[in-house]
């Protein structure tokens, strides 16, 4: 039913009291939206002595900040935190309620929306307003081959996870003003299927290809190992990370948390090398929106030389190692 909600409500999820990129991402969205609408932006925090969070999230946007906490809710499982949003969703009646495409948005806000009895759309690459306030949700369809922009016309609320990077943060602003309000965290402990019993973490050497500001990225023309020990050896020489198409994630070669694109991650960095990859659709909707890219393809019909800013053709395998020995010369006689 549509009745009479209103505003704009993000998960500003957190992990290890840490405001997560993609809500900062999120609040500067709903910000947009909300004022499309002539409404209000409200933050959900949830977890364990979260509300040291909130002033960061009014400065990203948030005109309220609703802090739901309990020692249950340090760690995420579903149901508790499922409990907790059903509660806050149903009773504040929300037009809009928007989650991060992150392991955990892609968890909790399927199983919420169910419990709503309404739609979500998932992994959305834009969002926006009608002119009749709907909410206008648009993802890629078909493989990638078109963009499906979807409306929730008769439920409410409308709810969609957004990729992380795919919206720009807001400027911090310390001067905006808003309202934190604490909320009943009470759980029903009797639901919960899952305990954690430990947690353990994947040592993280390298930075995540989301936050890099340069990304020399191989396909599958430098799909074997010298190839990519090339493209490392430039990514280290401009203090980049190495990143793929998804034809080196399949082949073995690089770890699923480097392949940029649809079913990878969307990457902004300032600078994108893109060296053996053709260009599919797939990958450009990973890192199209990148500042500056160079693509180095043998073939001059590739198409990711339509989204380049410097295209190079010729044999990669060559020009890589030959670009970072220049680089690394470079930099040692400004040392
Ligand atoms: C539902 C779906 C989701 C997908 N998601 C993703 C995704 O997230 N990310 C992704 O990347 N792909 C994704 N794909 C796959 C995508 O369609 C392409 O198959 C893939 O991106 C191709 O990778 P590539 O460019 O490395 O390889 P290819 O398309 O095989 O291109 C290799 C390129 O290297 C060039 N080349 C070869 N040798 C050299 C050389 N020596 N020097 C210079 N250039 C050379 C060739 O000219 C060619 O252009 C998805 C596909 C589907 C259907």
Do not use: W
Not at 156 to 171: D, I, K, L
Not at 261 to 276: C, L, N, S
Request: glycine share 8%.
């Amino acid at each position: 039913m549509k009745s009479d909600h209103k505003h704009v409500f993000v998960f500003a999820e957190q992990r290890d009291g840490i405001l997560q990129p993609v809500a900062i991402e999120l609040l500067g969205k709903a910000r947009e939206l909300a004022d499309a609408l002539q409404e209000e932006v409200y933050a959900l925090l949830v977890g364990e002595r979260v509300e040291p969070l909130a002033p960061e999230c009014i400065a990203r946007g948030a005109d309220k900040v609703l802090v739901a906490e309990a020692p249950e809710l340090a760690t995420y499982t579903t149901e508790p935190y499922t409990q907790v949003l059903y509660r806050i969703v149903s009773e504040r009646e929300p037009s809009i309620v928007l989650f991060g495409a992150t392991t955990i948005g892609r968890d909790l806000a399927p199983r919420l929306s169910a419990r709503l009895a309404t739609g979500l759309t998932a992994d959305c690459t834009a969002l926006d307003v009608s002119p009749d306030g709907d909410l206008l949700m648009t993802r890629p369809a078909f493989g990638g081959n078109l963009m499906a922009t979807i409306l929730c016309k008769e439920h409410r609320p409308q709810m969609s996870t957004v990729r992380p990077g795919v919206a720009r943060p807001h400027p911090r602003d310390p001067h905006r003003q808003g309202a934190v309000e604490r909320v009943d965290a009470r759980l029903d402990p009797s639901k919960f299927k899952v305990k954690v019993l430990q947690t353990l973490r994947e040592e993280k050497t390298r930075v995540d290809i989301a936050a890099a500001r340069v990304l020399v990225s191989g396909g599958r023309g430098m799909g074997n190992p010298s190839a990519l020990n090339a493209i490392e050896e430039l990514a280290t020489a401009l203090g980049g990370e190495v990143s793929s198409s998804r034809a080196v994630v399949d082949a073995g070669l690089l770890p699923r948390e480097r392949q940029v694109g649809q079913t990878g991650k969307t990457v902004r960095p300032d600078i994108y090398i893109a060296a053996g990859i053709s260009g599919a659709i797939q990958h450009l909707a990973g890192m199209e929106e990148s500042g500056y890219i160079i693509a180095i393809n043998k073939d001059k019909y590739a198409p990711i030389f339509q989204v380049a800013d410097l295209g190079i053709v010729g044999d990669a395998a060559r020009i890589v190692p030959l670009l970072a020995a220049k680089i690394r010369a470079l930099r040692e006689t400004k040392q």
